[in-house]
């Protein structure tokens, strides 16, 4: 999952309900888990190059080997961790192809204790063009306090994160330590997760929890951490044009019609009004970003060329965060260099439509499919065909839960952490919530705005992750002291 996010952090927040720390728990448990986290930390860092080593690929057009080696180094790490009931599980999917290898980690939780799940999965993005890359993709390189490397931030760096501040916190705790921890790392997040809610529903007890933390995110900024409270949602699918029955010649019949792939680009151009805002009717937009970011800062993190005018109304965080974005992310047309003299017959596009929280999935692609229907230029055939979708998320900030986390951060960092929306999509993340309804859900991550997930040169802020191992157990620690009611 790609996040956006790169401001200025707001006034500190402290964990009402939970109450601050005692000066015995910063001084003794704290302070003692820093220095296991310290003491151990060129190893984990190390045990991070190797897993990025390896090239863990979940697409169908992919070899598999390498993600099965990739399911079984980790299951290696968990059981070096002291975990011992550890499984590489799988479910199928529709086709009856088997989905990508999970592994599943389990310590009981003791009389009395809650359990806590820690989520994060070891698949990757492919690399793209080798051309783009300033080092290999899959040979992990440290630069400027940064490891580059496909899979370094998204989402080995997740993995690593929750092994190592478990490790920490068993260390430290001793057998104080009694939070029952379940380790549950997938092996298909980057192919869209399809088999995640027949795993789920397989693994229902397996994997059952009080609290989840699914490290997949980003931080506010280098420095500032922040957890996640909000995710969009997400629907896409295929928006054809026909006009005639087959190509004929275009100075023969060129004039009285329009070919394809401009009656097409006049039908994409109505789907959003002269300001750049979304225009199909029917979907949820609001503006309610409690923080926000100046324009300089995202035409920072997002690359737009000088002279660019952004799109959209309000606040910047709400057109990233709580407003619906839409794009054409393929256009099927012939390629420039084999164009012929011809009026072609039809034209393909596909759309992907973030969702603001709140947003139903089905109600808005029905709202595309009227619109494109209704807005057909010059009477062409318009053919819409649905594709997936996925719900967006709205945490519940008032948790015991997410109360502790927002301090566990703060402590780590040593500033306050933000709460902050993502303009991405993690969608399994309602599936969890279906699946169990009681559960807090903790979004956290270890990214910033230049760790460039899913692209060339992919890095991570090696501080911050050695910060974001810290403030997972501090929160290990603190839950496993004072429970998570």
């Known amino acids: 999952m790609t996040p956006n996010s790169a401001h200025t952090p707001p006034d500190a927040r402290t964990p009402d309900a939970v109450g601050t720390p005692g000066q015995s728990f910063l001084s003794i448990e704290g302070a003692g888990l820093r220095e296991a986290v310290a003491r151990s930390f060129d190893a984990t860092l190390s045990r991070l190059k190797d897993l990025v080593a390896i090239p863990g690929i979940a697409w169908p057009s992919f070899d598999p080997a390498p993600l099965d080696a990739s399911a079984t180094a980790v299951a290696g790490l968990l059981r070096a961790a002291g975990l011992d009931d550890v499984q590489i599980l799988r479910s199928h999917k529709a086709d009856g192809l088997p989905g ?11 009389a009395g204790k809650e359990t ?25 390189v440290e630069r400027n306090g940064r490891l580059y490397g496909r899979g370094a931030a998204d989402d080995k760096a997740g993995i690593m994160a929750h092994v190592a501040a478990y490790t920490a916190a068993a260390e430290v705790l001793g057998e104080e330590f009694g939070l029952g921890v379940t380790f549950f790392i997938e092996g298909e997040e980057e192919a869209g997760s399809p ?15 009080d609290v989840i933390v699914v490290a997949d995110s980003s931080n506010w900024k280098v420095g500032v951490p922040a957890l996640t409270t909000s995710l969009r949602g997400l629907v896409d699918g295929t928006i054809e044009v026909q006009v005639l029955d087959h190509a004929v010649h275009s100075g023969m019949f060129g004039g009285p019609v329009l070919d394809a792939p401009t009656l097409l680009s006049r039908l994409i151009a109505t789907l959003h009004d002269a300001d750049g805002n979304v225009a199909i009717e029917g979907l949820v937009s609001y503006d309610n970003a409690a923080v926000d970011l100046t324009e300089a800062e995202y035409r920072s993190d997002s690359s737009v060329l000088d002279g660019v005018r952004l799109a959209g109304t ?19 047309a012939p390629a420039v260099e084999v164009a012929s003299n011809t009026l072609l017959p039809r034209a393909r596009a596909k759309f992907s439509l973030r969702l603001a929280p709140g947003q ?39 948790s015991a839960a997410a109360k502790t986390a927002m301090w566990a951060l703060g402590e780590a960092w040593g500033v306050p952490a933000v709460e902050m929306g993502i303009g991405g999509s993690i969608p399994f993340i309602a599936d969890l919530v279906d699946v169990y309804p009681d559960v807090q859900i903790l979004v956290t991550g270890v990214e910033d705005p ?36």
């Open 100 to 110: 990508g290898p999970a592994v599943v980690a389990r310590r009981p939780a003791a």
């Open 450 to 485: 230049d760790s460039r997930a899913h692209s060339a040169n992919e890095s991570l802020h090696i501080g911050d992750f050695k910060n974001a191992v810290v403030a997972e157990a501090l929160l290990l620690a603190r839950l496993n002291a004072d429970g998570i009611a």
């Open 360 to 398: 139903n999935p089905q109600e808005a692609m029905d709202a595309v499919q009227r619109h494109v229907e209704a807005n057909a230029p010059f009477g062409a055939r318009v053919v819409f065909t649905p594709g997936e979708s996925g719900n967006s998320f709205l945490a519940d900030t008032a």
């Open 314 to 332: 309000g606040s910047i965080a709400a057109r990233l965060w709580t407003k619906p974005a839409l794009s054409i992310i393929g256009f099927d």
């Open 195 to 209: 088999t995640f809610r027949t795993f789920l529903e397989a693994h229902r007890e397996l994997l059952r929890a």
């Open 116 to 140: 806590i799940l820690l989520y994060a999965h070891h698949d990757v993005q492919p690399p793209g063009d080798p051309a783009l890359w300033e080092s290999e993709p899959f040979a992990a």
